[in-house]
Antibody, heavy 118, light 106 residues
Framework: QITLKESGPTLVKPTQTLTLTCTFSGFSLSTITVAVGWIRQPPGKALEWLAL???????RYSPSLKSRLTITKDTSKNQVVLTMTNMDPVDTATYYC??????????WGQGTLVTVSS | DIQMTQSPSTLSASVGDRVTITCRASQSISDWLAWYQQKPGKVPKLLIYKASSLASGVPSRFSGSGSGTHGTEFTLTISSLQPDDFATYYCQQYNSFGPGTKVDIK
């Protein structure tokens, strides 16, 4: 059974750095062609792709957010961590992690709502 | 960057209707396209991958096609709309999601 779960703060202040952890089970991030990505969704708005990390540690970022994002993995712990610097109220959203294979996100975490407010 | 557009943005339909949603890419993307269904307050669910492959457990009334003459136009079709299908549908190509199409009750 494949599961993913996001964890991290629910409230951050403007200018702070957000750190989110995705803990997964049922698959390995050392398997060829597998990746884990982060996607966010502001309330009432569309999905937005943020970042992706592949089994070989190749990393890809949203061009518009690249300067603020860092994605890393700990294969031994089955975890992927996303950091986003300089948080702003417009970054308020539900943040999802998901497994990426066959050019699609086939398993998703439940999502975690992050609110940016002073 | 490749931009994704969807049409229509909202679609009103009745149970039993055949529904088609279109997704267009700003440049050729071969068959690297996925479709997701999202209900309010729920996690997106993969429906179609590689433009026309049905994800595991997805009813056969859902189908995908594309990539058009230039690899830029794709469609999601629901052959007979069911009450459980009223939701928002997103297309996705690698690092870009479409803006979504909301299917609501006519």
């Amino acid at each position: 059974q494949i599961t993913l779960k996001e964890s991290g703060p629910t409230l951050v202040k403007p200018t702070q750095t957000l750190t989110l952890t995705c803990t997964f089970s049922g698959f390995s991030l050392s398997t060829i062609t597998v990746a884990v990505g982060w996607i966010r969704q502001p309330p009432g708005k569309a999905l937005e792709w943020l970042a992706l990390i592949y089994w070989d540690d190749d990393k890809r970022y949203s061009p518009s957010l690249k300067s603020r994002l860092t994605i890393t993995k700990d294969t031994s712990k089955n975890q992927v961590v996303l950091t986003m610097t300089n948080m702003d109220p417009v970054d308020t959203a539900t943040y999802y992690c998901a497994r990426y294979t066959s050019d699609s996100f086939d398993y998703w975490g439940q999502g975690t709502l992050v609110t940016v407010s002073s | 960057d490749i931009q994704m557009t969807q049409s229509p943005s909202t679609l009103s339909a009745s149970v039993g209707d055949r529904v088609t949603i279109t997704c267009r890419a700003s440049q050729s993307i071969s068959d690297w396209l996925a479709w997701y269904q999202q209900k309010p307050g729920k996690v997106p669910k993969l429906l179609i991958y590689k433009a026309s492959s049905l994800a595991s457990g997805v009813p056969s009334r859902f189908s995908g096609s594309g990539s058009g003459t230039h690899g830029t136009e794709f469609t999601l079709t629901i052959s007979s709309l069911q009450p459980d299908d009223f939701a928002t549908y997103y297309c996705q190509q690698y690092n870009s999601f479409g803006p979504g199409t909301k299917v609501d009750i006519k």
